[in-house]
Every structure is written in structure tokens, then in C-alpha cells.
């Protein structure tokens, strides 16, 4: 290797072994090819006018306010704009003894906790099914994803209807098949998971069609030669589809746990956080302190120590994706 | 994590494979799989079936204390005729619209742009700019609307379509499913537009573009999906009811109709019509879409 450095040291002109000698120069450089190279300073100049447009929006719509809150969240900013000053940490200190910033913390937690467990299981089950060979494979597509296309406005709509007490098709159902009324939406321990069934009703097909397209990538070889081995369905969905699938489910549970953590809309429309508090996300609880309790400053410090979580998140899920990949 | 995943080539996610291994005589292990996805899909339609139902039914019939799903007064289309003079459904519509087209347009311009850059032009600061654009694939948007409410304001945006557009123009994420299909364009189909000393932005917009269609619709597809259903953003930077988006007109509607549910059922219908239509003329690009996306997206 280093006989071969040196062999083009004069000006990079490569005297001996020409593809070779190349291709080491462009591992080195980038990807400059053996063209002469005036291009540097045009180079620099094109690349940062092709960036100019998006860094623009990114410096000015997502940096800034970045920083920005960061700054806010040390002070006593409030929408009325009484109060500027910076304070240092104490919206910090004052949010982690907060009981109401750690309710609605560990609201996030819980709903992330069994929301994800459905809408990945449930998602492989509807691939799996669909991935068999069911005929018109657009009817499945069409029913499983197509809440998926629906503003979460409607999908409120559509279950508070149907959780409705007396009015409610649930409740008419459970009650003809015998069962006993449930207080879907009014009942603490019940809410939440009156949320994750709409959730999971809304939202499930995303997860579906990533994991029947990583299905349709299995080579068909695979099944060929478990079947004159004589494996059954049952068999070759365990010993072929499950482990094939493995780094789709690994990255599906990752982005689902990125996406639930997010959670606001549907329960700030169906319950708005109630009964009592009991389906409050944070998210919500952000916006609440922010936009009905008028402080900024207090709301930007919840904002980042949420960010925190999810940088937290996304920090593990960098390890395990980092070690299966290697 | 990001380049990793996204090192996997983005088409292969999205071949197609209608009707593999269809066509089969039925055993009873396929019988039992067609009930079992039968049973889902039902499942999956009955809040559309019990949605129409009640919009087509009179507001006395729908809140009769015995449900039905055919209402003794027989069916009508008063909800939809009220939910139409009202204006407001069509409206929203048309806000939602133009809002998504502009910022799927705006997204797909910057990103293209600055994707191609990172794939192909060697300039200074490059690495640099490339890990600042991928970290910032995690920041949650919830995090930022306390600062970009306070940045609208002072920009004097607040209560305009901007402040619904602009900030929902930046995805990183996307970016790098561009860059990553541009890599994979063979440098050769470049070389013979750099000998006749085409610029960088002809050799843009005559080489590469036209062979990254596939790619472009699918983050178009994806961005406009996103866009049309955000609710928490414009949530906050609107109030004027005649620039809200639908799902946030929606949720207005919903207290201002109180208990009328044959209306509030019309008008989720309503809402939920353009991108079920959307999806029933352009299903296979939907799906292609959401799939190389969602997949290379992380």
C-alpha cells in the first residue's frame, strides 16, 4: 500500500498502475475522477449554491428556532409578554418536580408502550396473511392502509361516534353479544387504550405495507427449496419470512416507538387529555403551558427535556441498528 | 443508523410483485387465511360503513337511542346538503390543497437540489454539512412549535399561509433518500454532457432528473400525505377560519355542531374523500411510495 501512495506522489499524477493509483486518489479526495482539476474552487462554489435553497429553510425554520427555544427555556418568557429575563435553569428545575409534567410524561411512556406492541404485531399478521397470495391484493391493500390517508380529525370523528356511551356501535355490540357496556372515553383506565385501538386502526397500515414489501423481497428460491424439503406454511414462515424479516421489525419497532412518542393529535380530540388527566400526553401538556397557561419559557424548557427522551431514543436505537448491521 | 439503513439500494424495496404465487386451488389452510384477512378487513371498514351510515340518516334518527344501521325515516343526503351550503368543507379543502401542493413543491425543489450537491459536487464542508442535515433527522417537530409560534409572530406570519408552509418545507430525511437514489445514477450518463461543458445545473436538470422520477413521486407522495393530514402545526399558526387547513377546520367543527352527528359524520366524509380518491386512482404509486420511503427513510 505504501509503495503505491508514493508511486503518484508527484502532483497526484499517476505514473504507474493507472487504475489502481486512481482509485486510490478518489478514495482519498472524495470522488474527483482523473480529469485535470481546475474544478476545486467551482466545486465549492456550485456545491454551496445547489445547498443555498434548503439550508436556507433549515437554517431559518429549523435551526433557529432550535437555538431559540433552547434560549427561551432559560427564561421567564411568557405570551403576555410580561416577563423576558433569563433565569438560567429554573424552568428546568421547576418542570422535574412537576407532577403534572411527569404524569403526562409517563402518559407518552405508557401509550408508546402498548401502542407499539399491536400496531407491529398486527401489522405482520395483516403482511403475512396478504403476502400468502390472497386474490385482488388491492382489495386487502386498499382496507388495511386506507385510514392511514385520513386527517386524524377524522379518525377523532370517527371513533368518538363509535365510543359513543348510549349511541355508540361498540357499546350496542357488546351489548348483543352479551357483554357489559364500557365508558370507553370517560373511564381513566380505560381511555388510553380506547386511544391505542384508534391508533392502531388509524395507523397500522404503514407499518403493513413496509413489512409486506420487505415480504415480496424474500427471494422465492427460499420457499422452493423449504417446500421439497416438505416444511409447511407454519415452518416457513418461522424458519424463513420471521428471520428474513428481522432487520424490517427491528427498524419498524424503532420508528413506531420514534412516532408514538409523538402522540397529541387523536387525544387532544377525542379526550383532550382527560378524564382527569389520565390520557394527557406530553406533547399536550407543552402545548398547554405554552398556549392556555401563557408561559413560553416554561413550556420550552418541557419541550427540551422531551427532546432529551427522544434524542435518548434515537441514541439507543443507533446502537442496536449499528451492531446488527456490523 | 441513517446511512446504514440507507445504504440498502432504495428500488429494491419497491418491486412490484402483483399476483405472486395467486391463482392457487384452495386448501383449507387458504381458506382459513382468506377468513382471517376477511375478519380484518371488515374490521378495518366498519368505521367507514357506520360513518356513512349515520351521515346519510336524519339528525333524529341518528340520535335515536336504538342504533340502526337502516334508519326507520329511511336515508337522506340532508347532512351533506347542509355540510355544502355551509362552505366551509369545500373551503378547507381547497386550503388543504393549495397548502400541501406548495409545500410538496417547496420540499421537492430545496431537497433535490441539496441532494444532488451531497452526491455529487465535491465542495469544502461537505462531510460537515451532511452529519449537521442527519442529526437533524431526530429533532421532533412538537419541539419546536413554542419558538416557531414566537418566530411567526415577529415575522408577522401568523394567521397566513406561510407560517403553515414554510416550516413544513425541511425534510431531512428525505433528503437522503435523494441523495442516495442520485448515487446509484451511473457517473458514464453524466460524462458526455461534462465533455460538451454542460454545467453543473443543465447536467441537474437534463441528466438527472428526468432518470429520478420514480424516486421524485415517491417523496412527492409521501411529503403531500404528511402535509395534508398535519394537524398540530397549523393548529397553532391559524385561527383565521378562512385560511385553516381541513383537519384543523374540522376540529372546529366539531364543537361548533355539537351533538349534530349525521353533520359531523358528513363532514369527516367529506374531508376523508380527496385522499381516498387520491389513493383509489394512484394506489400503486402509493404504495411504492410509502414503502421506499417509510423503508429508506430512517
Redesign the interface.
Known amino acids: 500500500m505504501s509503495s503505491l501512495a508514493t508511486s503518484h506522489d508527484s502532483e497526484g499524477q499517476a505514473r504507474t498502475l493507472p487504475g489502481l493509483s486512481r482509485q486510490k486518489q478518489s478514495n482519498r479526495?472524495?470522488?474527483?475522477?482523473a480529469r485535470p482539476r481546475p474544478?476545486g474552487s467551482r466545486?465549492?462554489?456550485?456545491?454551496?449554491a445547489?445547498?443555498a435553497?434548503?439550508?436556507a429553510?433549515?437554517l431559518?425554520?429549523?435551526?433557529?428556532?432550535?437555538l431559540?427555544?433552547l434560549y427561551?427555556s432559560m427564561t421567564g418568557k411568557s405570551l403576555t409578554g410580561a416577563n423576558d429575563s433569563v433565569i438560567g435553569f429554573a424552568n428546568y428545575a421547576e418542570a422535574l418536580a412537576d407532577a403534572d409534567m411527569w404524569h403526562s410524561l409517563g402518559n407518552t411512556l405508557y401509550f408508546t408502550v402498548i401502542s407499539t406492541i399491536p400496531l407491529v404485531v398486527v401489522a405482520l399478521?395483516?403482511a403475512a396473511?396478504?403476502?400468502?397470495?390472497?386474490?385482488a391484493?388491492?382489495?386487502?391493500?386498499?382496507?388495511?392502509?386506507?385510514?392511514?390517508?385520513?386527517?386524524?380529525?377524522?379518525v377523532?370523528?370517527?371513533?368518538?361516534?363509535?365510543y359513543n356511551p348510549?349511541?355508540?356501535?361498540i357499546n350496542?355490540t357488546l351489548v348483543k353479544i352479551g357483554l357489559p357496556k364500557v365508558a370507553w372515553l370517560n373511564d381513566p383506565g380505560v381511555a388510553m387504550w380506547a386511544i391505542v385501538i384508534a391508533t392502531l386502526?388509524w395507523t397500522v397500515g404503514?407499518n403493513f405495507?413496509?413489512y409486506?414489501?420487505?415480504m415480496?423481497?424474500i427471494p422465492?428460491q427460499h420457499y422452493e427449496a423449504a417446500s421439497l424439503d416438505g416444511a409447511g406454511?407454519w415452518r416457513q414462515f418461522f424458519s424463513i419470512t420471521l428471520p428474513q424479516l428481522a432487520p424490517?421489525t427491528v427498524?419498524i419497532v424503532?420508528?413506531q416507538i420514534?412516532a408514538s412518542?409523538?402522540i397529541?393529535?387523536q387525544v387532544y380530540?377525542m379526550t383532550a387529555g382527560g378524564p382527569g388527566g389520565a390520557t394527557r400526553p406530553v406533547?399536550q401538556y407543552?402545548?398547554e403551558t405554552?398556549?392556555t397557561g401563557y408561559r413560553?419559557g416554561y413550556?420550552?424548557a418541557i419541550?427540551?427535556i422531551?427532546?432529551g427522551l427522544?434524542?435518548a431514543v434515537?441514541v439507543i436505537?443507533?446502537f442496536i441498528?449499528?451492531r446488527r448491521?456490523a | 443508523?441513517a446511512t446504514?439503513?440507507l445504504t440498502r439500494p432504495v428500488t429494491?424495496?419497491?418491486?412490484s410483485?402483483?399476483?405472486?404465487?395467486?391463482?392457487?386451488r384452495m386448501t383449507p389452510?387458504?381458506a382459513a387465511?382468506?377468513a382471517?384477512?376477511a375478519l380484518?378487513?371488515v374490521l378495518?371498514?366498519?368505521?367507514?360503513a357506520?360513518?356513512t351510515a349515520?351521515a346519510f340518516k336524519s339528525e333524529t334518527d341518528?340520535?335515536?337511542?336504538k342504533?340502526s344501521w337502516i334508519p326507520p325515516s329511511g336515508f337522506t343526503a340532508d347532512a351533506f346538503i347542509k355540510v355544502f351550503q355551509d362552505g366551509n368543507i369545500p373551503l378547507w379543502t381547497w386550503n388543504s390543497l393549495y397548502t400541501s401542493a406548495a409545500i410538496t413543491a417547496?420540499t421537492l425543489?430545496?431537497?433535490a437540489?441539496?441532494a444532488?450537491?451531497?452526491s455529487?459536487?465535491?465542495?469544502?464542508?461537505?462531510k460537515v454539512?451532511m452529519v449537521v442535515?442527519i442529526a437533524?433527522i431526530?429533532?421532533?417537530?412538537?419541539?419546536?412549535?413554542?419558538?416557531?409560534?414566537?418566530?411567526m409572530v415577529a415575522l408577522h406570519m401568523i394567521d397566513t399561509s406561510w407560517a403553515i408552509i414554510?416550516?413544513q418545507?425541511?425534510h431531512?430525511a428525505m433528503?437522503f433518500v435523494l441523495k442516495k437514489f442520485f448515487d446509484q445514477i451511473p457517473?458514464e450518463l453524466e460524462e458526455a454532457a461534462v465533455m460538451d461543458g454542460a454545467s453543473?445545473m443543465r447536467i441537474?436538470l437534463q441528466v438527472v432528473l428526468p432518470l429520478s422520477r420514480p424516486i421524485l413521486a415517491a417523496v412527492a407522495i409521501f411529503v403531500f400525505?404528511g402535509a395534508?393530514?398535519n394537524?398540530?402545526w397549523p393548529f397553532?399558526a391559524t385561527n383565521d377560519g378562512s385560511i385553516l387547513t381541513?383537519?384543523?377546520g374540522?376540529?372546529t367543527i366539531?364543537s361548533a355542531y355539537g351533538i349534530q352527528?349525521a353533520q359531523?359524520?358528513a363532514?369527516?366524509l367529506l374531508?376523508?374523500l380527496p385522499?381516498?380518491l387520491?389513493?383509489?386512482f394512484f394506489?400503486r404509486q402509493i404504495?411504492k411510495g410509502?414503502?421506499?420511503t417509510?423503508?429508506a427513510g430512517?
Open positions: 479526495t472524495g470522488s474527483r475522477s474544478q466545486d465549492n462554489l456550485n456545491g454551496w445547489f445547498a435553497p434548503f439550508l429553510f433549515f431559518v425554520f429549523l435551526v433557529w428556532p432550535l431559540y427555544g427561551m399478521i395483516m396473511l396478504v403476502n400468502v397470495g390472497l386474490p391484493q388491492w382489495l386487502w391493500r386498499l382496507s388495511y392502509f386506507a385510514p392511514y390517508l385520513l386527517a386524524s380529525t377524522v377523532s370523528l370517527f371513533f368518538t361516534w363509535m348510549q349511541l355508540g356501535l350496542d386502526w404503514f405495507l413496509l409486506l414489501a420487505a415480496q423481497n422465492a406454511a424490517t427498524m424503532l420508528l420514534l412518542l409523538k397529541f393529535d380530540q406533547v407543552i402545548f405554552g398556549f413560553l413550556s420550552a419541550s427540551y422531551f427532546f427522544i434524542v434515537s436505537q443507533f441498528t449499528r448491521s | 443508523m446504514e439503513t429494491a424495496t419497491a418491486k410483485s402483483a399476483g405472486r404465487r395467486t391463482g392457487r389452510g387458504r387465511v382468506l382471517v384477512a380484518l378487513a378495518w371498514l366498519v368505521p367507514f357506520w360513518a349515520t341518528a340520535a335515536a337511542p342504533i417547496i425543489v430545496i431537497s437540489l441539496v444532488y450537491a451531497l455529487r459536487i465535491d465542495f469544502r464542508g461537505k454539512l442535515i437533524s431526530i429533532i421532533p417537530p412538537p419541539v419546536l412549535i413554542i419558538p416557531l409560534f414566537y418566530q414554510l416550516p418545507v425541511i431531512p433528503v457517473r453543473r441537474f400525505i395534508w393530514n394537524f398540530l397553532i381541513l383537519p384543523v374540522l376540529q366539531k352527528y359531523n359524520m363532514s369527516a374531508a376523508a385522499l381516498i387520491m389513493f383509489l394506489q404504495i410509502v414503502a421506499t417509510g423503508l430512517t
